[in-house]
């Protein structure tokens, strides 16, 4: 567990240090300790007491507790940076009817420009692992079919 402030924790020890000068007096620490003996040789403690000292307790509690909270304590995987020097790229793929012909040939067998181009576009995108890459689609109208993204994968998926 990491905290994002950790010098705040160093705080912790104001309410603790406060509550081992002032024990005495408040008797905090002392509530275990019976205050004598009843008429009937039993211990004696009073409820009134017993709830000063269980409030001056939980307050002690509570604030260690705010105290660390405020420390903003995190479980976090081991941080890994990656610095890549890339470009961003968008590439424009034209799916209008002129993109149906089979004028194209792709591993010797006629396919349609489209399929053509997707298959460009894929090889494309594996020649570029550092770059952040998106598609924006056309026809009638035009739309962003992936935002800018080095997820090569998902990429692909969304060519297809």
Known sequence: MT?????????????????????????????????????????????????????????????????????????????????????????VIDTSKSMSEEDMMVNHRPVTRLDAVKEVVSEFIGSRPDDRIGLVIFGSTAFAQAPLTSDHFVLRQFLD
Not at 46 to 61: A, C, E, K, P, V
Request: aromatic residues 14%.
């Open 3 to 91: 905290f994002a402030y950790p010098y705040g924790l160093l705080a912790v020890a104001v309410p603790v240090i406060f509550c081992f000068i002032y024990h005495k007096r408040m008797r905090v620490f002392r509530i275990l300790i019976p205050q004598g003996l009843g008429h009937n040789g039993r211990h004696r403690l009073s409820w009134s007491r017993l709830l000063i000292h269980t409030g001056w307790l939980l307050f002690l509690l509570m604030m260690v507790s705010l105290i660390i909270a405020l420390a903003r304590p995190y479980v976090s995987e081991k941080e890994l940076t990656v610095r890549r020097d890339g470009l961003d790229i968008y590439l």
